[in-house]
């Protein structure tokens, strides 16, 4: 052997392996470890802190995220409401390792996205996400019966007894009496329900639903909500659905507005549903603003976001200087000072 390639050879085996030099670096960017995050508990599914995604391309960038936080805890069925462009599916796509964030702290089941490797984030799409579109074609194949279609991506990850647990899985969303039907001989409702089924195939532990009712009526809606709070029951399986469609929030918990790409106010269920159930045989038509109590958030920086009706009420203009009072154990916000002259 030639003394240069001895010296090649032997610089292999002293310097440390590449991946062992990003995951360090990795390790030096954030100063700690995952579990000492401020405000990050093992019971969080979801933990996201400055999440930023910025698409760029040769002239533009866009910054779908900006900052994003939320925090969602295991075993939850929450929904993620915001208008269109204000970055939902960014998120969902984020949130099931689908694209990778710019910057900022996502973790997913107990392991930091971030410093994943693409095995590990193959694995965790794999095994622990199941996806719902809006546009279910993106799951299904048109020319399998309904129960194929869900057995497939058991077969794949060469799991047991698949047969029988697409059957019991499709009889759980209804279709008992369709699940020999082709697809492409299903209703758009029922294609959905079909969905959901191969979503759950692999017993993920989150279930991300992408405006999983923005594509069928009411009705059909109202079916689809009902799946999910069983499945939510059932299998204890996250849920986290997006959508522009405010009416959602009577069918979860808790809601959390985005607006471009920052989480704004939260809507957290005042009563169970248990309590809810009953209030409802008794009378119809409750309000959502009686279902649900709108919380502010408190940002880890201490800032808060006032809803533009508020302001507005309190006459205090967008880009001002208010006043703070403590009184007793409450803050006061106001624009002018009490003994101000109008100018
Ligand atoms: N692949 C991409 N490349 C460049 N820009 C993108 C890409 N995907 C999304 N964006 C931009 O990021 C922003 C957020 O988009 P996103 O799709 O997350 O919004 P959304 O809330 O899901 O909207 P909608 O309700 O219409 O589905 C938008 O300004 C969008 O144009
Ligand atoms: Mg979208």
């Avoid at 029951?233 to 607006?259: G, L, P, Q, S, Y």
Wanted: charged fraction near 30%; include cysteine.
């Amino acid at each position: 052997m030639k003394i240069a390639d001895l010296k090649r050879k032997l610089l292999t085996i002293i310097r440390p392996k590449k991946s062992i030099t990003r995951d360090i670096t990795a390790k030096n960017f954030y100063g700690k470890d995952d579990s000492e995050i401020p405000g990050y508990t093992p019971d969080h599914i979801i933990f996201c802190d400055g999440l930023v995604k910025i698409y760029k391309s040769k002239d533009t960038e866009v910054v779908a995220l900006q900052g994003l936080e939320l925090e969602i805890k295991k075993g939850e069925m929450m929904a993620i409401i915001g208008n269109s462009g204000s970055g939902k599916s960014t998120l969902m796509n984020l949130l099931g390792g689908l694209d990778r964030p710019s910057a900022g702290i996502l973790i997913v089941d107990g392991k930091n996205l971030l410093r994943m490797r693409k095995n590990e984030i193959l694995e965790y799409k794999k095994k622990k996400v199941g996806f719902v579109w809006q546009n279910n074609a993106r799951n299904l194949i048109p020319y399998l019966p309904a129960l194929h279609n869900v057995e497939l991506p058991m077969l794949l990850a060469g799991k047991k007894n698949a047969r029988k647990k697409a059957t019991e899985l499709l009889e759980i969303m209804g279709l008992k009496d369709r699940m020999h039907n082709r697809l492409s001989q299903l209703s758009g409702g029922e294609q959905q329900r079909v969905a959901i089924a191969i979503a759950m195939a692999n017993d993920p532990v989150i279930l991300l639903a992408d405006e999983p009712t923005g594509a069928v009526d009411t009705a059909t809606a109202e079916i689809i909500y009902n799946i999910f709070r069983k499945l939510n029951k059932e299998f204890a399986v996250t849920i986290i659905i997006v959508t522009h469609d405010r009416a959602v929030a009577k069918n979860v918990d808790r809601v959390v507005t985005i607006v471009d790409g920052r989480t704004g106010s939260e809507y957290i269920r005042k009563k169970s549903y248990k309590e809810q159930i009953q209030e409802l045989d008794r009378m119809s038509g409750v309000e959502e603003s009686e279902t649900h109590e709108e919380m502010i958030v408190v940002d880890r920086q201490g800032r808060l976001k006032i809803p533009e009706e508020y302001l507005e009420l309190a006459n205090i203009p967008n880009n001002s200087k208010v006043r703070l009072k403590m009184q007793d154990d409450k803050i006061l916000i106001y624009g002018k000072d009490e003994n101000e002259e109008d100018v």
